[in-house]
């Protein structure tokens, strides 16, 4: 039965770098039998170095996760609540975007049912990205990015991904503690896990740790195509795939922060996945906060997933019945989908080194892992 899953994880990665244009995919697959390491394409498309084990990669918005088990920690130490108003520890800040912070709460900005607006494709950041990739962002200047448009829906009334309920929770983190949110991610859930090649990623830094794959960006925005006018339904469009894929190593993901801004290996990815799905690293009240989850009604999303507190968890109906946990992220030059069984029997984690294209990757993963229609 491994045999078979993992032979169909090895052609779902070839399928990936030979179809799919993915410079360099790895999987790494925990189950009964073991650990199962499997790799396609490369992972530096200019030395031709196979991609290995023990690389660190980016993760992206699955580091939403780490942030939110940060949070869960600190409201399991009695140090804030969950149902805690904005404005009872970042007071007014919200008020000038025409939001209400006596009625968004710190469990709002986690689930994303805040009503902030889309924060990832605000116009400054979209520019600041293409044209202005050294940029260093500050912790006040994505606090503002965060209410720099109007609400898009009031608070508890919809689903909508806003890296900026992050940012604003990364704030309320450094406001509660009086450390910096690196230090208390370190605190609080990498050095309980021994998660000892996780790390939040410099706000300077230029590159990563060694070894790391080279991110790449399917070519760039089109010719003519100004950032600012870019929403979440057109961006896809704007792209311009006939260009050579860009060495983005060295774009600063500051921007990414409390968001986005984890950088681990698959081996520890795993293990925190592990940790959050089993209900290892929290108490248990904390545990099922993480895990009681909303709707997403969005059409660019995983089918039958549904939103916690920085994680996704499949509808069992959806997956035959079986629970699947999980965590995801892109950001330019790198994917990431982790999947665990609630039981942390079998779980997975996948890394591409460019932002693929579609969804097939992870359906096709989810499909071979656990053997569902996912209909």
């Not at 039998?33 to 992972?43: I, K, L, P, Q, S």
């Not at 950088?263 to 592990?274: A, H, I, P, Q, Y």
């Amino acid at each position: 039965m491994a045999h078979d899953i993992h032979e169909k994880v090895q052609q779902i990665l070839d399928w990936a770098v030979a179809e799919d244009s993915i410079p360099g995919i790895v999987a790494e697959v925990h189950n009964a039998d073991g650990t199962w390491f499997g790799t396609a394409g490369v992972a530096d498309l200019a030395t031709g170095h196979r991609r290995q084990p023990g690389e660190y990669l980016h993760i992206g918005s699955s580091g939403k996760a780490f942030t939110a088990a940060t949070v869960l920690a600190l409201a399991a130490e009695g140090r804030l609540s969950l149902e805690d108003p904005v404005n009872t520890w970042l007071p007014g800040v919200m008020e000038t975007g025409g939001y209400d912070g006596d009625k968004i709460t710190i469990r709002h900005l986690l689930n994303h049912t805040s009503g902030l607006f889309l924060t990832g494709l605000a116009p400054e950041l979209q520019h600041s990205i293409a044209a202005q990739p050294t940029r260093i962002w500050t912790t006040s200047e994505l606090v503002k990015l965060a209410v720099s448009q109007p609400p898009a829906g009031e608070p508890g009334e919809q689903f909508i991904y806003a890296n900026g309920g992050y940012y604003l929770a990364g704030a309320i983190i450094e406001k509660v503690t009086g450390n910096t949110y690196a230090a208390e991610v370190e605190r609080t859930v990498i050095r309980p896990l021994g998660l000892t090649h996780t790390y939040v990623r410099p706000a300077d830094a230029t590159s990563y740790l060694r070894p790391h794959p080279t991110p790449y960006v399917a070519g760039a925005l089109k010719d003519g195509v100004d950032p600012a006018m870019l929403t979440a339904e057109n961006w896809a469009s704007m792209i311009d795939h006939d260009k050579p894929p860009i060495d983005v190593t060295a774009l600063n993901t500051s921007w990414g922060w409390a968001a986005g801004g984890i950088v681990s290996t698959t081996e520890d990815l795993t293990r925190f996945l592990k940790a959050i799905a089993t209900g290892d690293l929290l108490p248990p009240v904390q545990h099922q906060e993480m895990w009681t989850t909303v709707a997403n009604d969005s059409v660019v999303w995983l089918p039958h997933a549904r939103y916690g507190l920085g994680v996704i968890e499949f509808d069992s109906a959806g997956m035959d019945g079986l629970t699947v946990r999980g965590v995801s992220g892109t950001l330019p030059g790198s994917f990431t989908l982790a999947l665990s069984t609630d039981d942390g029997q079998q779980s997975v984690v996948i890394h591409a080194n460019i932002e693929p294209k579609t969804l097939d990757i992870p359906i096709k993963i989810i499909k071979a892992m656990y053997g569902v229609t996912l209909g």
